[in-house]
Nanobody
Framework: QVQLVDAGGGLVQAGGSLRLSCAAS????????MGWFRQAPGKEREFVAVINWSGGGTYYAGSVKGRFTISRDIAKNTMYLQMNSLKPEDTAVYYC?????????WGQGTQVTVSS
């Protein structure tokens, strides 16, 4: 079992920045990848970014590449998403997830609202 607690969302003006965090507990030593997804009102949940927990390799959705940076602190079992140059279309609930031993776990979500 893995428990994920994501935090750091809020209201920011367009062009601003936020940093999300995702604290993991449980069988985190077996984590394979961790990532961020988001879901805007009336839309399906979409992929944002992913990081290989051990190797640190990353991959981003085209819509956020160059603006968002995913990272992790292995000692703290915490993943981050630094979001810069935010746009109104980035408004969504952001969820972290972890893939561990063939299972996928989700955080509870944190709201990010970008005003124009």
């Amino acid at each position: 079992q893995v428990q994920l607690v994501d935090a750091g969302g809020g209201l920011v003006q367009a062009g601003g920045s936020l940093r999300l965090s995702c604290a993991a507990s449980g069988r985190t030593s077996s984590s394979e990848t961790m990532g961020w997804f988001r879901q805007a009102p009336g839309k399906e949940r979409e992929f944002v970014a992913v990081i290989n927990w051990s190797g640190g390799g990353t991959y981003y959705a085209g819509s956020v590449k160059g603006r968002f940076t995913i990272s992790r602190d292995i000692a703290k079992n915490t993943m981050y998403l630094q979001m810069n140059s935010l746009k109104p279309e980035d408004t969504a609930v952001y969820y972290c997830n972890a893939c561990v031993g063939g299972y996928t776990y989700w955080g509870q979500g944190t709201q990010v609202t970008v005003s124009s």
